[in-house]
Each structure stands twice: as structure tokens, then as C-alpha cells.
């Protein structure tokens, strides 16, 4: 069956892709048509823009996420398909010119940001099944399990793509078993401080934290923490959520007794927050 590593960012699945030879690696980055996001870097936008074949002006990531895609095809010199969807802009709206956010129990934000782009990627190349490698490592034995939960009996997974238009410039959409998943570092008793040993001596860059910068499964204080240190970023999710409230009085969490982003912006520090008082744990996981 043909391989493919799935790479996020992050270092654990950058460690997948420099020690676990597969034959495809595939990056899907979440993009915004927002100039306030713009990528700093004219030359390495359009750099960006012609690895997907698309304009590249901005991500809800932070920015470092170009950065180590781009060190590790550099380093290690395995070709990375880069992907992508919708801009997170269109993702969040509908044809009335409205804002209907995703969420906890609506996370259309994973798989059409993220899946549905590399599962395309897959009908246009290779459209037979595979085995995509998932970074989760020998604790996350959860996580995977819950991704299985969602495969059929023959732990394959279907998805639903949009294929070509018709005539009347309407969508065409079919369904494919299309991959299974393993998972490397769990059977292979990988933990994380392996995976930051390794990376110590590295010339790779990575982002303080994996993910758009506002994402809704991240905890308040966090979100806070990240207000300042990505102040545009988070200002993109905080407009969108006041929209929303407007036009549908709903907000990134469903659960209202949170405080909307704008309240969470407002808060006052009771204390000094620094960049390692949070981990990976608060950083709110896509969920591929």
C-alpha cells in the first residue's frame, strides 16, 4: 500500500517525516484572504503561492509554520506536496454575506481546512488507497483510538469531495475509501522527549504552538496569552466571532457561559504570563 506522512508543522510529525521514509508527504495549510494577516515575506509568498498553485497571502497559523516546512525540505531534501482548501474566510461565509462559525460539536474548520484539501490532493495523484501516517505518540494511544472509532470495519476511511461542476457550474460531489491510518510512534514507543532531543541540534524552525492561533478548543487563559503575542491572528477570530454574534448570536464556544473572544482579549493579567507556562496540551488539536 502506498505511504504518506502527514505533516502538520509540529515537530512530532516533522519527526515522522525525517526518520520514517514514505512515499508521498503531504502539508495542508490553512490560509485567509485577510491583508491584516499578510505574510511579511514578499519572496517567500510567492513562493508559497506557487507551491499550491494558488495566491498565498496569509495563514491563522503562526507565520514560523512556513518557516519549518520549508527548513525541512531544505534539510533533508524529501519533496512535501503542499495543499489547500478554502481560505478560512470563505470556510466561515455563507451565501448571504453572513458568519457561521464552527465549534466544538461543528468543527467543520478540520476536515474542510485540512482533510477535504489533502484527500483531493489524493484524487488528483494517486487514487488508490493508502496508509497515511498520523504523528500521535506512545501516550496519544487515546487519540488514535478515537480516529479508528471513525473507520469502517476494514479501518478505511470515506470521504466526500467535490470532483468537477456540471453544467450549470453546480458542484459534483462523490465518496471514496480513500486511506487507513498507522501510527508509527506508538508502536514504536516514542515519547516526546525523544522527539525534542532529537530536534535540539536541528536547523528547523517551529512554531511555538501548532494550529490557527484561535482556535476554539483552546482554553481561555491561553487564548489571552496568545491576544498579545498574535495580536492581528487573534484579531481575525475576534471580529469573525462579533459577526457572528450579530448574525446569528453565536460564538466560537457553544458553551456561553465562556467568555467570547472579545471579553477574553479585555481581561486583565492577574499574573506574568510567559510561553512556557503553556504545552501542547493547551494548544486545542486539529484532529486529523
Known amino acids: 500500500m502506498i505511504s504518506v506522512n502527514s505533516i502538520s508543522g509540529g515537530q512530532t510529525s516533522a519527526y515522522i517525516y525525517a526518520n520514517y521514509p514514505s512515499d508521498f508527504n503531504v502539508f495542508s ?3 485567509t484572504n485577510d491583508i491584516s494577516c499578510l505574510y511579511p515575506d514578499s519572496k517567500v509568498r510567492q513562493l508559497v503561492s506557487d507551491k499550491l498553485g494558488q ?7 503562526e507565520d514560523t509554520i512556513i518557516k519549518t516546512i520549508l527548513d525541512l525540505e531544505q534539510v533533508y531534501g524529501h519533496r ?4 489547500t482548501g478554502k481560505t478560512f474566510d470563505e470556510l466561515v461565509s455563507n451565501k448571504n454575506g453572513k458568519t457561521f462559525l464552527p465549534s466544538a460539536k461543528f468543527r467543520k474548520c ?14 488528483d495523484n494517486i487514487r488508490e488507497p493508502i496508509d497515511m501516517r498520523i504523528g500521535f505518540r506512545a501516550n496519544e494511544q487515546s487519540r488514535a483510538d478515537t480516529m479508528i472509532k471513525r473507520f469502517d470495519k476494514n479501518l478505511m476511511h470515506t470521504e466526500k469531495i467535490s470532483i468537477g ?16 491510518c498507522s501510527f508509527p510512534l506508538i508502536e514504536d514507543r516514542i515519547f ?3 522527539i525534542v532531543k532529537y530536534w535540539k541540534d536541528k536547523p ?4 511555538y504552538m501548532n494550529n490557527c492561533v484561535g482556535c476554539f478548543n483552546r482554553n481561555p487563559l491561553l487564548l489571552k496569552h496568545l491576544s498579545t503575542k498574535f495580536e492581528n491572528k487573534y484579531d481575525w477570530f475576534m471580529n469573525k466571532e462579533q459577526k457572528s454574534i450579530k448574525d446569528y448570536n453565536r460564538q466560537w464556544y457553544t458553551d456561553t457561559t465562556k467568555p467570547n473572544y472579545s471579553q477574553i482579549k479585555n481581561l486583565k493579567k492577574q499574573i506574568k504570563l510567559f510561553d512556557d507556562d503553556f504545552n ?4 486545542g488539536h486539529c484532529g486529523l
Request: with cysteine; aromatic share 16%.
Open 55 to 61: 495566491e498565498f497571502i496569509g495563514t491563522l497559523e
Open 80 to 83: 512535501i506536496d503542499w495543499v
Open 165 to 180: 461542476k456540471d453544467k450549470n457550474g453546480r458542484n459534483i460531489y462523490d465518496s471514496f475509501q480513500w486511506r487507513t
Open 192 to 194: 516526546k522527549d525523544t
Open 280 to 283: 501542547e496540551c493547551d494548544s
Open 204 to 207: 528547523v524552525r517551529f512554531a
Open 110 to 123: 478540520s476536515s474542510e481546512l485540512k482533510v477535504v484539501p489533502i484527500a483531493k490532493w489524493w484524487y
Open 29 to 31: 495549510l490553512v490560509r
